[in-house]
């Protein structure tokens, strides 16, 4: 199955009007040498229907949570429910099929929905710009640390421990080409053990961190200013609805994985990358900004906005080379959140926190199930139990559970357990019943 | 051209309803509606203060917004009528490929087998999903012409980056991580290429362009030394021409232990004629939203995964799927997690865009070689069709075959009529289309790039040439208050940069 619409006989057609005999003819520029005898080497075209066959195959390959796996897994990939209006609206092919929007006059939706989306993230936050959006949440962290550099001259940059350990290793990753100089921060007791003196370019925290506890953000916006450094937060969009916002406590630059408003897990993407920053840096902001205007007749509209900050026009110069971001996933992140409203954004984050405290509490009357820190949580808690934590999670699928994430070894292992306000009661208990089993 | 059937890729019918502007969400709000509602649980109802210390407890919800579920469908469903989309017409825009999504890739990827799985589940529940995954790299790896791939970057300028490390990891390994700071890059390139060298830690030498518009190859030798650690080129290049002399190219850099990056954005001219590793590239990147069909979303998400030739596999990101000798009951392929040996590292949270990858393998699977080769074929006959017909109207500066897309210039037209490329843009919206790239590659002055892609038929080839024939004929003066159909007129950029209000919140009272 193809789809390309030509004839043959309006092929014939288009050539002889450029007095040509074979669309061959057209690659001419294109060495002998190098010209491909047959052609792709690939299957021949499948009908839509046998393509379907083969992504049943390997549907039913997998196995995703739900009735059959109930998921306690967390780690920065979060089984929450998705209302019907994110699929009905998100995916509107309009939305879909766009291009970014560079001709802002036939693209006023896509750029009202991110300048709302903007919006929100600010909201959330407690900041005052937020861009369209990045890649996903270690992107995000990348950018935020190249902003922190810039902003200060400094190499240096501290990143605790409770930061999510794929992204502290993106940064490790693409700190090869910036020469940037990462210094890991251990945990005490699942909290930030800061230095007390040092020059960073920025402390990094997460908050709620990897295994879940609520850190000390104010403290650490305070020692960062003593410092002179940025203090840069990666924030859980859904803690929002509980927690003080990272801005409120002195957060210059917030990041975070916007997963759990509208993205499903699909095996960890398309997710998207949340990126707010306070204005006196706007002039280093990452990617795409949206910001309203007038059109000639005086109306409201909205444009990609402090365009000069962009690689296409600065190219060597520019502070990151984003180009194009997820903006289809902000698009379902604002309509998801939306449709929660502030009284349901609260409510979630309430819903999580209840089923996090029931189930933590009754997993550690578990014999031989420990805490790994005593510091609050909300959605999200470690424990320690007498059988490897990898071994638990084998058990548990047996038994129908996603049990949760094993830890690595930098956290002395452990188990990364996280209840959403998709988990009743019933589930909770169950789940509780088979640990019991499988910690023997 | 007999065309004797309407155009299926043009616009104006589209219904519009009014110009008065969408209320924000914010306006739409009502104090206390919400249209949140939350499964029964059972789970015991603690209060917030039972449950979060009192210094962590916000004092007040955070505002969002509070609307009906209809007045938010309403919202969302108006928005999306206030733009322009493949799906409802033609959209020629120059370096993106926009060709028509086909449906079957959004059906394809929407199972709960493959969305409803956890990115930590133990690799024995997601051996579907290494599979397809291999699947797809072994197919990119045949279309390119290379060894082995990662599918972990999101989008092309995240590939090109991650090439960049894998380059620096090459040199390095070879002792001469030091020496070689140099990356060239033609002038026609793209604004990614120089972004991403910087952030590479390499600097970047340009190599202008021949008369011809392609690497000028005694400027080229000129600015090789044992310092360069590489180039990146795109073949065909920004202006639409094939590197003829790529492989002349390729051995000079060699020559002197550089590395070939192929970014991959014009990938769609070459499928099933030649490919990159034929060519003598080292490292390539693909847009598979651009190529492969993964429908752009407004401006993502993409991907951008990076191929290799042997002897830069050890160093691709990790960690990807592997095939082992036999599956655990003995029956069957088995796939598992690894790093390869010299590995730069993690490049995504997760596996990349995992979604958008499937999609793009759904797509090539209907296609199959023989249709990859009819895209290349009938991407390159369009924009060839085209240049055809504008010539004489609009300059051409390289008027020769072009592949997949030509680049042409107002250039004429502004010193005759004061009539821009930004104009014609704009007119263009007017007559239906979305409007080419502008003022893009920066070689051309008053540049316009018209990609028209392979699934553009030739009655909307014809009304869209018809209409830049149309809107040449006008002046600079006409032009200024196009486009009029759109939702909005002609944008001020100047006064939302001037006075940025980058939020709701941000709007002066």
Known sequence: MHFVPHTDAEVAEMLASMGLSSVDELFAAVPAALRLAGGVDLAPGLAEADVAGRFDAYAAANRPVGRGLVCFAGAGAYDHDIPSVVHALAFRSEFVTAYTPYQPEVAQGVLQALFEYQTLVCRLFGLDVANASLYDGASALVEAVNLAVAATGRQEVWVSRGVHPHWRQVVATLAAGTGHRVVDVALDDGLTAWPAAGSPAALVVQSPNYLGCIEGVGAAGELARSLGALLVVAADPVSAGLLRSPGSLGADVVVGEGQPFGAPLSLGGPYLGLFACRREHVRRLPGRLVGETLDTEGRRAYVTTLRTREQDIRREKASSNVCTNQTLMAVAFLVHLAWLGTAGLRELALRCARGTRYCREALLAVEGVEPLSGAPVLREFAVRTPVAAGVVVDRMVEAGFLAGVALGEEYGGGLLIAVTEKRTRAEIDAFVTAFEKAVR | ?509
């Not at chain 2, 206030?82 to 120059?94: E, H, I, K, N």
């Not at chain 2, 449906?103 to 290494?130: E, F, I, N, Y």
Request: glycine share 10%; net charge negative.
């Open chain 2, 1 to 509: 051209m007999s065309t004797g059937s309407a155009p299926g890729g043009r616009a104006t019918s589209a219904p519009l309803m009014g110009r008065d502007p969408e209320p924000t969400l914010f306006e739409l709000s009502s104090p206390g509606r919400t249209a949140a509602n939350f499964r029964a649980t059972g789970v015991p109802e603690w209060s917030a203060e039972e449950l979060v210390p009192a210094g962590a407890l916000r004092d007040e919800p955070t505002p969002v917004a509070e609307v009906s579920e209809r007045d938010l469908v309403a919202h969302m469903t108006r928005l999306s009528h206030r733009q322009f989309s493949v799906d409802l017409g033609a959209y020629p825009l120059g370096s993106c490929t926009m060709k028509y999504n086909p449906k079957l890739c959004d059906d394809a990827v929407a199972r709960a087998g493959l969305a409803d799985v956890h990115p930590a589940s133990p690799p024995a529940l997601t051996q579907g999903w290494m599979a397809l995954l291999a699947d797809l790299e072994d197919a990119l790896c045949r279309i390119t012409g290379m060894a082995a791939a990662t599918l972990q970057p999101p989008a092309g300028a995240a590939g090109e980056l991650t090439g960049l490390l894998l380059m620096r990891a090459f040199h390095g390994a070879g002792g001469q991580g030091g020496r070689r700071r140099r990356v060239l890059i033609p002038d026609s390139a793209h604004g990614t290429n120089p972004a991403s060298v910087t952030l590479g830690g390499y600097e970047v030498t340009q190599v202008p362009s021949d008369a011809r518009g392609c690497v000028d190859l005694d400027a080229l030798a000129a600015r090789l030394d044992d310092d360069v650690a590489g180039i990146m080129l795109t073949n065909p290049n920004t202006l639409g021409l094939f590197e003829e002399d790529i492989v002349a190219i390729a051995g000079a850099v060699h020559e002197v232990g550089g590395l070939l990056y192929y970014d991959g954005a014009n990938l769609n001219a070459i499928l099933g004629v030649t490919r990159p590793g034929d060519m003598g590239f080292d490292i390539v990147h693909m847009n598979l939203h651009k190529t492969f069909a993964v429908p752009h979303g407004g401006g993502g998400p993409g991907a951008g995964p990076v191929a290799v030739t042997d002897r830069l596999a050890p160093y691709l990101p990790g960690p990807r799927p592997v095939r082992t000798a036999e599956g655990p009951s003995g029956g069957g392929d088995a796939y598992e997690w690894a790093y390869p040996e010299h590995s730069i590292g993690r490049a995504h949270s997760w596996h990349g865009n995992a979604l958008a990858l499937a999609r793009a393998w759904s797509y090539i699977l209907a296609n199959g070689g023989d249709g990859l080769a009819r895209v290349s074929q009938a991407a390159v006959l369009n924009a060839n069709w085209l240049r055809h017909r504008l010539r004489g109207t609009y300059d051409i500066p390289y008027d020769r075959p072009c592949m997949h897309e030509l680049v042409a210039s107002a250039t004429n037209l502004k010193r005759a009529r004061g009539l821009r490329a930004l104009d014609v843009a704009k007119r263009m919206l007017e007559e239906g289309f979305h409007a080419p790239t502008t003022y893009f590659p920066l070689v051309v002055e008053e540049a316009l790039m018209i990609e028209p892609t392979e699934t553009e038929s030739p009655q909307t080839l014809a009304a869209m040439a018809d209409a830049l024939i149309r809107i040449a004929a006008g002046t600079g003066d006409d032009a200024h208050a196009a486009p009029r159909t759109s939702p909005v007129g002609r944008v001020d950029e100047a006064r939302a940069a001037r006075q940025l209000i980058p939020t709701w919140d941000a709007r002066p009272t």
